[in-house]
């Protein structure tokens, strides 16, 4: 999709330099000489330029003082160039084809105008981007597909028109763009899910967002900033990265701004912004002849202070985790609890590890991930639908991730929803009803992935070497990902056995970190989970001892209209036992 995101960007801007990659053109890498780099290192690399940001436990006066001695005495640098070209308005429809080869599906991607991160109208659309896809970020952006609740979900993903679906809403300094794009299913006609995301954004032009989906997208955001805020890292980042792009303070007051627009600023802004005026379209559709691999699977003042405390937070401490802070608790039917208390933070973090990976997949590569796509699609008291609309309407997140030899299971929730959440996942992992819908759903969507993975050249390398270090028959040598014939063989009634066979209570390590006691931890892990019922003893599959070969073996693929390539190599390491 890079490629189709290059070429809507230069087509959206006429003028200015957003309109650029930031890696550049490959003919402007050519030409590029030693004097053009250092020219412009000098012309940008200075304290005239530079945002120092320090965020952490430490006295703050001292800080500065260490941070006026280490800078203090550097050439200030010369005058910043001001970019001085302004966009002319769009004033008409701008559409793109990008055909080459290099992929295996069809992708959509529209771009809008919007203005810069300091416009009153930012928090705005920051809603109109949650309610299209979630508020998956105080940066904006959803690059890992829309919330299951929001309307580009529902109206592509959902109906089978896309494999994935989402938009993103960059804070830029200078007016920039607003993203809904998608990733075509296998067999869908690439005109319908254009006519299904142009029907999403005209609704919000027509329609105030109901007064739920508006409370949803709000708590979302409340949860993203209680997140951003658990790390100074992140909170040091987000902080530098909107004192850029609008004001010092400008990160500290975004949630108060979100908080303040109402149903109706939506449609306004709406009204204004997803225009066929200011539309730009642009379609990526794989050269004919190249799918042959896919059958095979700103100014800113120098220094800006801001305390905890004034926000009705406490300060921020930096405590380092051992061994005796980690409380461990074994639950009457084995499932083993790991509970690490952050007090103040206002959220916890879940971490999972299901032993049900690709290791038990048998002669049927693609069952665990199968298994794994399909638990967040309805259980047995509540739809897919019903379980989206509770997860984000808590701002939480939950991520299944099948692996080679478990499922690891990742989510986040703010410290006052711990009882609904842990429920909700409780459900996720124990009831599973694989309904038939949803499984259909689910499979159009893994052989859409499978397919772009097959002209993936990191995927295909490490399949290839895969298949070269392991003998065949090894659970190590199938692909993890699956295989096309036995995906689209699979029914809700195999999934539903391998569920009840390895997703069992006595092969489950959780991990709980954050405001939340230990007692207050078991307790409302035993409220969730207690009743999950241990199972047979399942015995992993017979893995032959490797051995390293007698000869160097290589193998090269080739995969046209790719740009880059990959390398994977390795021998034979010690046993781990």
């Known amino acids: 999709t890079s490629h189709l995101s290059e070429e809507v960007s230069a087509l959206a801007f006429k003028v200015h330099p957003y309109r650029y990659p930031v ?118 952006g959803n690059a890992g597909g829309a919330a299951r609740s929001s309307r580009l979900y529902r109206a592509l993903v959902d109906r089978g028109l896309a494999a994935e679906a989402n938009s993103s809403l960059y804070p830029t300094r200078d007016p920039g763009l607003l993203r809904v794009g998608a990733t075509v299913r296998t067999g869908v006609a690439v005109g319908a899910v254009e006519e299904a995301i142009l029907d999403q954004l005209d609704l919000l032009t027509r329609q105030e967002i109901p007064p739920e989906e508006l409370a949803r997208v709000k708590r979302q955001a409340k949860a993203q900033f209680i997140y951003t805020r658990d790390g100074v890292l992140g909170l040091g980042y987000v902080v530098g990265f909107y004192a850029m792009v609008d004001r010092p303070d400008a990160f500290f007051t975004l949630q108060d701004r979100l908080e303040r627009v109402t149903a109706a600023d939506v449609q306004r802004v709406a009204a204004a912004t997803v225009t066929p005026r200011q539309r730009t379209v642009g379609w990526y559709l794989p050269q004919e002849g190249a799918q042959s691999a896919a059958a095979a699977a700103a100014l800113v003042p120098p220094v800006f202070h801001w305390r905890a405390e004034a926000a009705g937070t406490q300060a921020m401490s930096a405590p380092v985790v051992g061994p005796e802070q980690i409380q461990r608790a074994v639950l ?14 206002g959220m916890v973090a879940l971490h999972a590890l299901i032993t ?27 739809s897919a ?17 099948p692996g080679a030899e478990g499922v690891g299971v990742a989510g986040r929730m703010l410290s006052e929803d711990v009882s609904t959440y842990l429920r909700l996942v409780g459900e996720v992992l124990t009831a599973p009803a694989f309904p038939a819908a949803e499984v259909e759903k689910a499979r159009g969507e893994l052989l859409t992935a499978l397919r772009v993975s097959a002209m993936d050249t990191r995927y295909v390398a490490e399949q290839t070497f895969r298949r070269l270090a392991f003998p065949p028959g090894h659970p190590h040598a199938q692909p993890p990902a699956g295989d096309e014939r036995v995906l689209q063989s699979l029914d809700a009634g195999a999934l539903a056995a391998f569920h009840d066979r390895c997703f069992r209570p006595e ?38 001892s490797l051995r390293a070969p007698d000869a160097l073996r290589r193998e090269t693929v080739a995969l046209p209209g790719k740009s880059q390539s990959d390398i994977v190599m390795g021998g034979v390491a010690v046993e781990r036992r």
């Open 507 to 544: 092969r489950t390590i959780l991990v709980l970190v954050g405001d939340l006691r230990p007692d207050q931890a078991v307790a409302e892990v035993e409220k969730a989970l207690g009743s999950w019922p241990r199972g047979d003893t399942v015995a992993a599959p017979a893995v032959a």
């Open 23 to 140: 890696i550049g053109w490959k003919g402007d890498l050519r030409r590029i000489m030693r004097d053009d780099l250092y020219r412009h290192y000098r012309t940008y690399y200075h304290p005239r330029n530079a945002l120092a940001v320090a965020v952490g436990a430490f006295d703050t006066p001292q800080a500065l003082a260490q941070i006026r001695q280490a800078f203090g005495e550097i050439d200030p640098g010369p005058e910043i160039p001001p970019v001085l070209l302004e966009e002319p308005p769009q004033e008409g429809e701008r559409r793109v084809v990008v055909q080459r080869p290099g992929g295996a599906t069809p992708y959509v991607q529209m771009a809008f105008r919007v203005p810069a991160a300091a416009h009153p109208d930012f928090p705005t659309l920051m809603i109109l981007d949650g309610a299209l896809s979630g508020l998956g970020g105080t940066r904006g």
């Open 332 to 345: 009457p039917h084995g499932l083993r609890l790991l509970a690490v208390d952050r007090p103040g933070s």
């Open 356 to 382: 049900a990976g690709s290791l038990f997949d048998g002669d049927r590569p693609g069952l665990a991930r199968f298994a794994a796509a399909t638990l967040q699609r309805g259980t047995r008291e509540h």
């Open 385 to 401: 639908r019903e379980l989206a609309e509770r997860m984000d309407g808590l701002g939480a997140t939950l991520a299944i991730l």
